[in-house]
């Protein structure tokens, strides 16, 4: 049998061993968690913008790919389709930004955010989608909004 100074020797072994082991295990067992929610997240926001591009593709003819001005100009219901691609098109944004963004973001945040910022400068170097960005904001998260519209006055000084 064993004595009560062993039992007393092996609960403090657990104590100073075990406990802090347990603690590590699970503070990274919450990094990975988070990470993986992280990961998640950032494919649900990659697969509403490829949703987005393939809409895009279904309305070719208002040629939403294209970075030079139409050959012709848009008819009344092709602007009111662009239009609302542009409404889908900021809502995306509005849940990257709100979602990903952070101004102190740590290495893996800013690499998702970087992919959105781009996406955003490309869509603001076109000056159709500049000049509906007044009407696609209102109601819009303020911050973003004045994220958007930088962008886009950056876009409409510096267009390369």
């Known amino acids: ?7 007393e020797l092996l609960s403090y072994v657990v104590t100073v061993v075990g406990l802090p082991f ?16 992280e990961e998640e997240l950032h ?12 809409l895009v593709l279904d309305n070719a003819d208002l040629q939403l ?27 995306i944004f509005e849940q990257a930004y709100v979602m990903v963004y952070e ?3 740590n290495r893996q ?6 992919n959105w910022a781009d996406y955003i400068d490309d869509w603001c170097a076109r000056a159709d989608f ?19 519209r930088s962008a886009a006055d950056k876009s409409a000084v510096d267009p390369a």
């Open 22 to 37: 347990a603690i590590a295990v699970f503070l990274w067992e919450q990094r990975k968690e988070r990470l993986a929610d």
């Open 130 to 148: 500049r000049s509906a960005l007044p009407e696609l904001l209102r109601g819009e998260d303020e911050e973003f909004a004045d994220y958007i």
């Open 1 to 7: 049998m064993i004595s009560l100074e062993t039992w």
């Open 109 to 114: 945040r800013q690499r998702m955010w970087q």
């Open 65 to 91: 790919l294209r970075r030079q001005p139409l050959d012709q100009p848009l008819s009344d219901e092709q602007q009111e389709r662009r239009f609302a691609l542009f409404g889908i098109l900021i809502s």
């Open 103 to 105: 101004p102190d973001m």
């Open 43 to 54: 494919q649900r926001l990659s697969t509403a913008y490829t949703d987005f591009l393939k």
